[in-house]
């Protein structure tokens, strides 16, 4: 059982940054895909950026080119750098793992809330 921890969240103006980390209590190398979520009020929960074992990458179309993931299996950690930030980015944001080899499993961090207001 891997439990995944978020950090990094906060407070931000208007186009400015924030990066967010998520570390992993064990071993994320077999974890097949590491990602990012984010749900806003009265929104569904939507993948923001995703990242598979082998470091290909992919991105919800509303952050392409403003959010970049990056994945470290040797420290176990999952980071998320956001800029460029717009209000429409506030939400709560969620550290996601799935593996997709036996034994298959979901791991959902508690999430960290990101505000961008003025």
Do not use: H
Request: charged share 15%.
């Amino acid at each position: 059982q891997v439990q995944l921890v978020e950090s990094g969240g906060g407070l931000v103006r208007p186009g400015g940054s924030l990066r967010l980390s998520c570390a992993a209590s064990g071993s994320i190398f077999s974890i097949s895909v590491m990602g990012w979520y984010r749900q806003a009020p009265g929104k569904q929960r939507e993948m923001v950026a995703q990242v598979t074992n082998g470091g290909r990458a992919n991105y919800a179309v509303s952050v392409r080119d403003r959010f970049t993931i990056f994945r470290d299996n040797a420290k176990n950690t999952v980071d998320l750098q956001m800029n460029s930030l717009k209000p429409e980015d506030t939400a709560v944001y969620y550290c996601n793992g799935v593996r997709a080899t036996p034994p298959f499993a979901a791991y959902w961090g508690q999430g960290t809330q990101v505000t961008v207001s003025s």
